[in-house]
């Protein structure tokens, strides 16, 4: 199967449809600003209101865009342009860039491509229509860092591609794909700071993970699986065949690999009698919630009897992970644990150390995620229209 979609990768070439070369992401989502200034930063643009060209924003011009009595209103420093139910700002050439900054925010916001302004609760609704490639260069920034190696942005390229793909619906209610925020993917400002960034997107241009069935996977990753990844029914309710543990030395050297915290005795066996009517006064459980010990990741804390999901105790102490050992030392319970996040899928530090030793990107891909294919979204597009 990996042979035949090759052949169609190659034999489709780069021509994915438009629906999968643009996205709309809501800019500052749940914290819409009333008042933006917008600023041209690389190449130029041009003001629509209405749909009517309203203005040409030369370099250095700075434009107040605001809503006052849910319309809104365009001024330059010295004109007023107009009252308008509708705002577009749109590139007149490639590569332009234009910088946003809403009143009283001093981080900078800086985005490629178009944009549109429409009033929203007394506020701004601002969509950026988005080359998805300068999308996921930009998340990759933002979620990822700017001193890892050019492989594993690959890695983390095609990630966010597919995930983006794949939860596009996910704001259709509110009139575009996806927001800003790490509630889909943290996407703050275009990739400016590192050019890896950039060429590890370029050079996995259009790449998704599909399953057998030429689906969008679920690309689920975390920081550090501290030494087994989890199969995806042990920790959300579905279970997924290319989300399956598997045993990860890569990310064992790494600070988030282990992790250590303490109760008193009495905190913990009361936490565990109240929150989950775990029967503490049974000598043989609570020996087994004092004195635990897993060679390898297990999800339930004694299996065998009154169990208690690991998964549970992470959330309600706010623990780093759920894999952890139980030790009772005088009146302390001592918690040594292994990794961070939930353990599902890639583990982000073990790719990070698989690339810096020289893996390829698609290697990494398929040692965390299994029987999976790499292709190009044009093959979905095939697959779809025959
Ligand atoms: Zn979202
Ligand atoms: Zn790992």
């Known amino acids: 199967m990996r042979g035949f979609l090759i052949v169609l990768l190659v034999a489709c070439g780069l021509g994915a449809s438009a629906s999968n070369k643009v996205l709309n992401i809501g800019l500052f989502w749940n914290n819409e600003p009333s008042e933006v200034t917008v600023q041209t930063s690389l190449g130029s643009y041009s003001i629509y209101g209405n749909g009517k060209l309203i203005l040409d924003l030369k370099e250095s011009a700075i434009v107040r865009i605001l809503n006052q009595d849910g319309l809104i209103h365009v001024r330059t420093i010295t004109q007023d342009l107009g009252t308008f139910y509708n705002v577009e700002i749109k590139r007149t050439v490639w590569g332009s860039s234009l910088k946003i900054q809403p009143k009283g925010d001093r981080e900078l916001h800086e ?71 790490v509630h889909c993917q943290v996407y ?67 600070n988030h690999s282990y992790w250590r915290t303490a109760f ?30 897993p060679d390898e990741r297990q999800h339930y804390l004694n299996p065998d009897g009154f169990r208690v999901h690991f998964k549970r105790i992470r959330y309600d102490l706010g623990l780093q992970s759920a894999f952890f050992s139980i030790d009772a030392v005088q009146d302390s319970v001592i918690l040594e644990g292994h990794g961070y996040g939930h353990g599902v ?42």
């Open 345 to 386: 899928g890639l583990c982000q530090e073990g790719a990070m150390n698989m690339a810096k030793s020289g893996q390829p990107y698609d290697d990494i891909l398929h040692y965390y995620y299994r029987e999976v294919h790499l292709v190009n979204l044009s093959v979905i597009d095939f697959f779809r229209a025959n």
């Open 188 to 254: 703050h400002r275009r990739s400016m700071n590192n050019p890896d960034i950039v060429k590890g997107t370029q050079e996995t241009i259009g790449i998704v993970i599909v399953d057998s069935d030429i689906n969008l996977v679920t690309a689920a990753f975390h920081s550090n699986c501290g030494g087994y990844t989890c199969n995806s029914e042990d920790v959300w309710s579905g279970y997924l065949n290319y989300l399956r543990a598997r045993e990860d030395e890569h990310c064992l050297q790494e």
């Open 264 to 293: 008193t005795r009495d905190k913990w066996l009361n936490y565990l009698s109240v929150s989950h009517g775990y029967p503490v006064y049974e000598p043989t459980a609570r020996d087994i919630a004092l004195d635990y010990c």
């Open 111 to 181: 985005y490629n491509d178009n944009f549109s302004f429409k009033p929203f609760q007394g506020k701004l609704r601002i969509v950026n229509e988005v080359y998805i490639e300068h999308y996921v260069a930009g998340v990759i920034e933002g979620e990822a860092g700017i001193k890892e190696p050019k492989e594993y942005y690959k890695v983390q390229a095609v990630i966010c591609r597919t995930y983006a793909l794949n939860n596009r619906r996910r704001h259709e209610a509110e009139g575009f794909q996806l927001c800003d925020k």
